[in-house]
């Protein structure tokens, strides 16, 4: 498999909720850099990250866009979130099923053949004006 039909096998899994799917592409060290936040380190951290994900929005990812360096050791995606927000994330505006439409990226190693490093990118602010209001 190559670098772009890695990344775009994660994401296509992301958008079928196939977590088990999702989480098989990562390497078992994998560096998860949230946006805006820290960084964990582990496939088992980033599993409990996407069941606090899952649990508090629904989202789907479109126009997404994979590009890969020559050696297929680095990538990065733009994409549009198109989300909802089901269940109050601590720290943030109250829920009530907003949607929201946000454009994003990211950015990824790739070793041994799975994803060891992703850096995700989007507006917190604009992402907090378009469900606070």
């Not at 078992?28 to 994900?53: C, L, S, W, Y």
């Not at 990812?61 to 109050?88: K, P, Q």
Request: aromatic content about 12%; glycine content about 10%; overall charge negative.
């Amino acid at each position: 498999m190559t670098t772009t039909e890695l990344i775009t096998a994660y994401y296509a899994a992301f958008n079928a909720g196939d977590m088990d799917a999702f989480l098989a592409l990562l390497h078992p060290e994998v560096a998860h850099d949230i946006n805006q936040g820290r960084r964990e380190t582990g496939k088992d951290a980033f599993g409990r990250f996407m069941q606090h994900m899952n649990r508090c929005y629904r989202e789907r990812l479109a126009d997404i866009v994979v590009m890969a360096s020559g050696d297929g050791t680095r990538a990065s995606a733009e994409f549009t979130v198109h989300g909802e927000y089901i269940a109050t994330d601590e720290g943030l505006p109250p829920a009530s099923g907003q949607r929201y439409v946000l454009p994003a990226g990211a950015f990824f190693d790739v070793r041994d053949g799975k994803v060891s490093r992703v850096t995700n990118y989007y507006n917190l602010n604009d992402w907090i004006a378009q469900v606070g209001a």
